[in-house]
């Protein structure tokens, strides 16, 4: 009897101190509720008590699963949305001035106004002031960008070293967890502490929680790589701190960690292709995919508006024309092949806009080469002017101080080398400039000499998703091969070549096509001490190899300094080809060019793949319009995805809280039961007490 008793009210006692702890927890988010299992004790046929097999607790394991797997979505586009919403408020609403179509908008209205009146210096000022508040506003958009993917990376770091945290309490609760599973059975407190854990990890990065036995549990990412096996892992990242168009991200590394010293090994695995899912998947995503695209989409609309109203502004002239005009390091040599179709005037008029000389150049019937261009113009201006080019710079000069210089289209045959004139290719005229052109198409034929020095170097880094090491090469130039396809060759037959294909366009403009399989995968320049001749143009500032050329041409967006420092620089006039010698051949008030600036607000422009957009024909401000519709659509699909995650995760949550969750009436009931319990074989203690008090006085 008092054996029965003793475990009666052991039992109950334990019970009951498992029910206060039920109570306790009552709104303890993702608490289970835990339950005592009772068995009696059988001696020799005949019961001796009760007690306690296991405390449980119970939890659904498939909701479980599912929960932890919808976390790690809804923890996903959560952190995505948040960025997203960042950048939707640098945006500005479209129909104000301050968004970006509005400064387009602006741009346009003041050439309208200024078309109207191209003497006016108020007009010519609002116009400059309009483009450069155009290049301010996508140079700010463009540099948040990158520091949002600079914060994005910070995030990772200390996401990281969550993780870490997390597998570290984990590990030191699976002995524990077995331990007391083994000896006594009542693991439940600290399986309930070890799912805490694990419902933070699971925001953190997808998990699979594999079940091996006594309580203890390995932990993998959904793609099979262990955080927790028969050691514990630990992750590396060493975050950048600073981040540029151009920045290799390093890869997240799995390291094993030595279970007796606690040494972790220094080299490790890359993790980033194996993470599908949770916080930190998300800022990967954003890091190297969603912002990245969003930068390219403005690269190419400023790439874009910047080659077109070039375009215009070459094709005609300041009154009075400049005294010289100097172009851009293209990185062509005198010893180029032209190939130049087409035709171009070279002027020179004198301060009332009067022509003093001319030649037309005929490409065609010139000579093949840039020299053979410059010594024509050279013969056919005499004395009056002269053509140059010195280390890849072209430039147009007037002998006299007093005289100008300008270059003009036929309208009948214009110049054209890659779709651009002769003064538009050199960039004689330029109106606006950024930190890179975003525009490569160079040209060149793949049968042309190449040009760069024999003996230099540049070496590429291929990197995948989450800036895993792909490939790497070093092109070293050699006597060998001296053709632009000669270089390609030599690329496709890199380590590089086995994830993407290289090829030289009709506009000689170099492409790189990933192959299937390898869709992210990146370029990056690693170092390029290449130099075609004497221009010190390298390789990859040649064919602008990488996606930072097309982003950096949101930086630094301006118009150029001769103009901005001289307004009537603005080349509003057209030249007329018909001039003779001491006739006018540009005047003053002209509308011409300033007309045809502003008809680029209505005209169709080719626009290529960037970002998550395909090939554009459209206006540039159709082209904004759409750019903006784009960020909106990865906001509003970001917070959609996180909607219908939160929605099911809460589905989910209510379905585990009716199995797992604490119901205060039934812990009260099964307290009262077990306080009765408890009284009763307190009861049966003290009669078997006084019974054997009894019978030892009889005796």
Known sequence: MSINSLTGLFTSQTALRTISNNVANVNTEGYARQVVRLDPIINGGIGSGVQITSIDRIVDKFLEKAAYETKADAARYDIETTFHTRMQALLGRPDVNSSLSGKIDDVFNSLSELALNPLSTILKDSTVYRLNSFGDEIGMLAQNIQSMRLDASTQISEATSNINGLLKRIDFLNPLIVKETVTTGNAASLVEQRAQALSELADLIDINIVEVGNNKVEITTKSGVYLIGRSRKEIHYNAPGIVTSSSPFPPITVHDVDPVTGTVSTTGIALDDDISSGKLFGLLNLRDTELVAMSEELGALASSMMDEFNRIHNENSAAPAPNVLTGKNTGILATDPHNFTGQSVFAITDSTGALVNKISIDFAVTGPNISDVINAVNAGLGADGTLSLTNGVMSLNATVATNGVSISQVTANPSDRAGRGFSHYFGMNDLIEARSAGIYETGVQGTDQHGFTVGSTMTLDLKGAGGIDLANYTMTITAAGNTFNDIVTDLNASSIGGFVTFSLNAAGELISTPTPGYKNAKLHVKSDSTSRGTTSVPISDFFGIGNKYLIDSSFDFQVVQRISDNVNHLSLA???????????????????????????????????????????????????????????????????????????????EQRIASVSGVNIDEELSNMIIFQNAYSSSARMLSVAQELFDEILRIV
């Open 574 to 652: 057209r030249f007329d080809n018909a001039a003779v010698a001491g006739a006018n051949a540009l005047s003053f008030g002209d509308q011409w060019g300033a007309i045809a600036l502003q008809e680029l607000e209505n005209a169709t422009v080719k626009i290529k793949k960037a970002g998550g957009l395909n090939q554009f024909n459209s206006t540039l401000g159709q082209y904004s319009a759409a750019v903006l519709a784009d960020f909106g659509f990865r906001a509003q699909l970001a917070e959609d995805f996180g909607g219908d995650s939160s929605v099911l995760l809460g589905e989910l």
